[in-house]
């Protein structure tokens, strides 16, 4: 077991449901994330990567708080709050939402997942939507509870993740498709499972639903995985920048508009649904946009680890950008990147100058995502 005095603990943090399990299981460093510890370090990031992409890992993230949107008017709430078009969730659906201010920033990126009729729960990025939420409530005149639920996620990504699942819950998981869920319990522990990750890897989230039962849950997972190659391990970064998908405070924040991301598909302008920052991007779309989420190639030796400041991006020694998230791909054999750039730098081809914390380096415009742009993999069958 780890000794935990190494890790500076306070009582201002809050430790997940999972904590004492992972401290068990070797975890080695902490990050705060949403209020709250997740662990981030098993070990070498290059083999979490590869237990990931070749059998399964295990990783806690609690810190993926819900927020719990209850009452009559529920259900119009949420659409207050997200540009994404509603009409068609179903109960018993998951959908990749945006929530926007007034000024069409991104606030957090969640996942929402609709459990009734007006009950619904926005899995969150790292940002107080909890607040955002209760704020606009008061003044929004629509009937509705809003909540932080005792829910904690733990994230089983990997491709031997569907065969744990089936051992864990039986043939109940053999029809959950892509961004579905259900409810259910394991062993009088009470869940709710969804076809859902932060990989791009096959995975699922199993939402715990009583925090007293955290331990039990993590052993009783790790049992049915242990002759199917499964680790604890950690979201990785490798993994989530060739699938291009979007850090919160990294690679998007309250200053970035959906379409620099190319999160176009996630906003809907021709309806008639009303949410906060319409007109704001009805106008950011009709002006067009002036910088670009871009991915790079980096031609230098293999990164030492992700970047941890954003990196300057240059050209003719004008300043035309920044890397947002960068890291060393084994499976590619490249460094990988993504990155905001202006527009007129945002051509596939474009050759520029990133300046990394001790040199500066080509770096080349590429399509993104890096690895499996189609999501093959993540919605395939199990």
């Known amino acids: 077991m780890q000794d935990k005095k190494n890790f500076g603990f306070g009582t201002q943090i809050r430790k997940s449901p999972f904590f004492d399990a992972t401290v068990r299981w070797g975890a080695t460093g902490f990050s705060v994330y949403n209020h709250m510890y997740i662990p981030r370090d098993f070990g070498s990031p290059e083999q979490n990567f590869h237990n990931l992409i070749n059998e399964a890992i295990l990783c806690d993230v609690a810190v993926e708080r819900q927020v719990e949107i209850t009452g009559p008017d529920a259900y119009k709430f949420v659409q207050l709050l997200t540009p994404r078009d509603l009409r068609k969730l179903a109960i018993g659906q998951c959908k990749y939402v945006l929530i926007t201010n007034k000024e069409g920033g ?143 405070h990294a690679d998007a924040d309250i200053n970035t508009n959906p379409y620099e991301v190319g999160l176009d598909r996630l906003v809907s302008l021709e309806t008639d649904i009303d949410f906060i920052g319409k007109e704001a991007l009805k106008k950011i779309k009709e002006n067009g946009i002036k910088r670009k989420q871009v991915g790079l190639m980096l031609d230098s030796k293999p990164l030492k680890g992700p970047n941890t400041t954003f990196w300057k991006i240059t050209k003719d020694s004008k300043t035309v950008g920044k890397v947002t998230s960068a890291v060393y791909s084994p499976r590619l054999k490249k460094n990988i990147a993504l990155a905001m750039v202006s527009i007129e730098e945002s051509k596939i081809g474009n050759v520029l100058d990133v300046k990394t914390s001790d040199s500066i380096i080509k770096a080349t415009v590429v399509e993104k995502p890096f690895y499996d742009p189609k999501k093959k993999i993540a919605s395939g069958k199990i």
């Open 106 to 248: 991104i606030l957090n990126d969640p996942v929402l997942l609709r459990l009734g009729e007006n009950h619904f729960w926005l899995s969150l990025g790292d940002s107080d939507i909890l607040l955002w939420a209760q704020g606009v409530a008061i003044n929004s005149k629509l009937n509705v509870k809003i909540t932080e639920p005792d829910v904690s996620p733990l994230q089983l990504q990997g491709p031997n993740s569907g065969k744990i699942m089936q051992k864990l819950f039986g043939d109940l998981v053999l029809d959950l498709k892509y961004y579905w869920l259900r409810e259910t319990e394991l062993d009088g522990i009470p869940l709710v499972i969804s076809r859902t990750g932060w990989s791009s890897e096959l995975g699922y989230e199993i939402f715990l639903r009583d925090g007293s039962k955290g331990d039990s849950l993590w052993e009783k997972i790790m049992e049915a995985g242990k002759n199917f190659g499964l680790k604890p391990g950690h979201t990785s970064s490798i993994r989530r920048i060739e699938g291009a998908m979007l850090s919160y």
